[in-house]
């Protein structure tokens, strides 16, 4: 889809901005190493949150954008982490279906 591409384009400045405002007070030097490995966790993060988002998509019928204001929404309700509840409801089928229920009853409403 179009808008995705352009998401995509966005994400690495906003992940070098992100990195960058990290970095402003580090307790101990920051070393490529540190940077490459809060590079690849904020990546991992993200490639999770989108997979979670393309699944809703389909699941809920929904547009991408959608499906991410009802991920946020049920995030937010739980006071649980965004990439955490991403990767559940990609890897745990289990759970799985009690999110998707409560994301459709939040689409509902």
Do not use: W
Request: glycine content about 2%; hydrophobic content about 45%; overall charge positive.
């Amino acid at each position: 889809m179009p808008g995705e591409h352009n998401s995509a384009v966005q994400l690495v400045p906003q992940m070098l901005a992100h990195i960058d405002s990290v970095a402003i007070l580090p307790e101990h030097a920051l070393t490529p190493y540190i940077v490459f490995a809060q590079l690849r966790t904020a990546l991992t993060s993200r490639v999770v949150v989108e997979q979670a988002k393309g699944f809703l998509r389909k699941q809920l019928e929904r547009s991408v954008e959608d499906a991410f204001v009802l991920l946020r929404r049920h995030v937010r309700t739980r006071n649980d982490h965004l990439t955490e509840v991403s990767r559940r409801l990609i890897s745990e089928p289990e759970t799985r279906q009690v999110m998707l229920a409560a994301m459709r009853r939040a689409a509902r409403d």
